[in-house]
């Protein structure tokens, strides 16, 4: 089954605007992770922002936030301002304590439009 | 200096030859990963190893194997390739579980 779900092949958003990429996912485990990464067209994975599950606050890293709603089991990135430089493709990822490794979702393609 | 790195970046190799991936970490992590991402982007496991342990995806062939020398070095031995191993390989280190996995650039493979 799959973890990690990611329902946004694609989105465009306007320069200066915020974004919200969706992602849920599904574990038993009570202690895990949540991880956001950017790959740009040149193909490196990027860390943007990290979630734990027993943290009380939504994680912030400068103009990337994670809205964590853990009854629903989602763990949405928010870009705000967006720059031309955001344009690429953002995965969401989850650690569960009882595995070590990631689990990726699809991802989702983000283009922003001067 | 390069946290995690891997060479070659990329590799262009004919079907049934053998070849490897190196991969080097100088962050001091425990564990490393190898990560297959195919064409349609998706990222999948196919490895992880700490000094202790080594787990690997069961539905990764066993034409696949990873190697360490040391902690700091974890490379991928790919014998008799087939068409469809072409993908970018990603090998990556952690230290804990909630703290972020580091990446290596990625080395895109092709068989032809």
């Known amino acids: 089954a799959q973890k990690i779900t990611q329902t946004q092949p694609g989105m465009f958003v306007q320069e200066k605007e915020a974004v919200t990429l969706d992602c849920t996912y599904d574990?038993?485990?009570?202690?895990?992770?949540l991880f956001w990464y950017k790959q740009p067209s040149s193909g490196e994975m990027i860390f943007l922002i990290y979630?734990?599950?027993?943290?009380?606050q939504n994680a912030t890293e400068g103009r990337y936030s994670l809205n964590f709603q853990k009854a629903r089991k989602s763990a949405n990135l928010v870009i705000s301002a967006s720059q031309l430089g955001d344009s690429a493709m953002y995965f969401c990822?989850?650690?569960?304590?009882?595995?070590?490794?990631?689990?990726f979702g699809a991802g989702t393609t983000v283009t922003v439009r001067a | 200096d390069t946290a995690v790195s891997q060479t070659p970046k990329y590799l262009v190799t004919q079907m049934g030859n053998d070849k490897s991936i190196k991969c080097e970490q100088n962050?001091?992590?425990?564990?490393m990963y190898w990560y297959k991402q195919d064409s349609k982007k998706f990222l999948k496991i196919m490895f992880s190893?700490?000094?202790?342990?080594?787990?690997i995806n069961e539905t990764v062939p066993n034409r696949f194997s990873p190697k360490s020398p040391d902690k700091a070095h974890l490379n991928l031995h790919i014998n008799s390739l087939e068409l469809g191993d072409s993908a970018v390989y990603f090998c990556?280190?952690?230290?804990?579980?909630?703290?972020?996995?580091?990446f290596g650039q990625g080395t895109r493979l092709t068989v032809v």
């Open positions: 990556a280190s952690s230290q804990e579980e909630n703290t972020e996995a580091f």
């Open positions: 574990t038993s485990d009570p202690s895990y992770g």
């Open positions: 979630q734990g599950s027993y943290d009380q």
């Open positions: 990822a989850m650690r569960e304590h009882s595995l070590g490794e990631l689990s």
């Open positions: 962050l001091g992590h425990d564990t």
């Open positions: 190893y700490n000094n202790k342990e080594l787990i």
